[in-house]
């Protein structure tokens, strides 16, 4: 646990030295969602149709940004090769670069969601299920990304590759956390769309570290 807590430290420590990656992904978010109320006009009725699609493709999205630095500076300079041989977990360090990719790059998308909501006319009712399905969603968005970040570290144009491989994971979590956005505005029950949401996280938690830690042992060997 000491050594998942410092992970996690170290990791937030060295993106507060590079904010500017963290700030490009989220004004990525912002300016793409901005966008579409710009577009269309002031026509209420499609804004809050649409809103939950294009919230969550501009998270999804703006989580794939931060995905390739998960683990490449590390590679790099050799720190990944000093993790495996250290008596600590790797699984567990593994793990603990991915929360801290969530904490830069997945929550700040929460709290920032309600701003832009309002932008589509949601109600304050849509606006918590939108929080909510975005707190249980970004966690797989981050868990499942670090498998394509772990396959393709240190192949050239990796961020593609990355892209192409990790796009298809993420349907399911887009499907069904628009779908509770949507069923919310549409006064329908988004009970199912939870727990589907759930079920996806904790398959995530369960199986994506283990999996992510022995494909960065791979692409080391």
């Known amino acids: ?30 300016i793409v969602t901005s966008l579409f109320p710009l577009g269309i006009g002031a026509d209420t009725a499609l804004l809050r149709k649409i809103a939950p699609g294009v919230i969550w493709v501009a998270a999804l999205l703006s989580t794939l940004l931060g995905l390739q630095r998960m683990f490449a500076a590390d590679y790099a300079d050799g720190t990944l090769e000093q993790l495996i041989l250290s008596p600590n977990s790797f699984t567990a360090l593994v793990f603990g670069k991915v929360v801290a990719h969530w904490l830069v790059c997945g929550l700040p998308l929460v709290l920032l969601a309600p701003v832009i909501g309002i932008q589509f006319d949601l109600d304050a009712q849509s606006l918590k299920v939108l929080m909510a399905a975005l707190l249980l969603g970004t966690p797989v968005l981050s868990l499942l990304g670090s498998i394509g970040a772990a396959l393709t570290l240190g192949v050239r144009g990796g961020s593609v590759l990355m892209s192409l491989l990790i796009l298809p994971l ?10 509770a956005v949507y069923a919310s ?4 029950d988004i ?4 727990s ?10 369960a199986f994506v570290p283990w999996v992510s830690a022995n494909a960065v042992k791979i692409a080391i060997e």
């Open 1 to 30: 646990m000491n050594a998942f807590i410092a992970i996690v430290h170290r990791d937030l420590l060295l993106v507060m030295r590079r904010k500017s990656e963290v700030l490009t992904a989220l004004f990525f978010f912002v």
């Open 185 to 188: 505005s549409v006064g329908l």
């Open 170 to 179: 993420y349907i399911p979590v887009l499907i069904f956390g628009a779908g």
């Open 196 to 205: 589907l949401l759930g079920a996806l996280f904790i398959l995530a938690l």
């Open 191 to 194: 009970a199912g769309h939870f």
